[in-house]
């Protein structure tokens, strides 16, 4: 079995900062492309960043230079810094991972989810 456990969402007031985290565990082989999206109320789910195995890293226009994307391959982690908060960065913040569990054998996984609340 494989997990993705996410931590550091919360309440942060217009302009603040946040930190999300990202860990995988169990039964893992390898960890191509993690990544981050959101989902705020009635909306679809839409991609935050994604950063992969070798560190390359792809933002949504809406958060460049506001969010950076980072990953400690040892750990299986990724973060996610957020800055400059808008109101519309609202939502429920899921961790996304592309994992092998064997050489040939493997699939995306998600996380729980963690809620993100900007507001005043």
């Known amino acids: 079995q494989v997990q993705l456990v996410e931590s550091g969402g919360g309440l942060v007031q217009p302009g603040g900062s946040l930190t999300l985290s990202c860990a995988a565990s169990?039964?893992?082989?390898?960890?191509?492309?993690m990544g981050w999206y959101r989902q705020a109320p009635g909306q679809d789910r839409e991609l935050v960043a994604t950063?992969?195995?070798?560190?390359?890293?792809k933002y949504a226009d809406t958060v460049k230079g506001r969010f950076t994307i980072s990953r400690h391959n040892a750990e299986n982690t990724i973060t996610l810094q957020m800055n400059s908060l808008k109101p519309e960065d609202t939502a429920v913040y899921y961790c996304?991972?592309?994992?092998?569990?064997?050489?040939?054998?493997?699939?995306?996984?998600w996380g729980r989810g963690t809620q993100v609340t900007v507001s005043s």
């Open positions: 950063i992969t195995a070798g560190g390359v890293t």
């Open positions: 996304n991972a592309n994992i092998a569990t064997t050489m040939w054998e493997g699939g995306p996984y």
């Open positions: 169990g039964s893992i082989f390898s960890v191509r492309t």
